[in-house]
């Protein structure tokens, strides 16, 4: 499967983006994908992740209650929805799959990164 995300931009604090990751492959719906993100001078960190059949999903603690992983596997897509941005949100964000076996890191597909940058 190969993964691209898009959606990024700016924002300011408080406001809302939603993330997408386009798969390609007929094989889309038996992996776990996953959010990650990085930023500058920091290492990659897990955002969220969502299960192959989009019944279990699992979030940073950073994240938690502000952003929302799914899946459709029809059409080959996994959304971010974000919500409530902080200006610590800002980094490079990146899709990612892994077997279905389970939602936690690692992951060994990767996508090309979206930006996003949340200002106050």
């Known amino acids: 499967v190969q993964l691209q995300a898009s959606g990024g931009g700016s924002a300011q604090a408080g406001t809302s983006l939603r993330l997408s990751c386009a798969a390609s492959?007929?094989?889309?719906?038996?992996?776990?994908m996953g959010w990650f993100r990085q930023a500058p001078g920091k290492e990659r960190e897990f955002v969220a992740a969502?299960?192959?059949?989009?019944?279990?999903?699992y979030y940073a603690d950073s994240v938690k209650g502000r952003f929302t992983i799914s899946r459709d596997n029809a059409k080959n897509t996994v959304l971010l929805q974000m919500s409530s941005l902080k200006p610590e949100d800002t980094a490079v964000y990146y899709c990612?799959?892994?077997?279905?076996?389970?939602?936690?890191?690692?992951?060994?597909?990767w996508g090309q990164g979206t930006q996003v940058t949340v200002s106050s």
């Open positions: 990612a799959a892994r077997d279905r076996r389970s939602l936690l890191p690692p992951y060994n597909i």
């Open positions: 492959g007929r094989t889309f719906g038996s992996y776990t």
């Open positions: 969502i299960s192959w059949h989009g019944v279990t999903t």
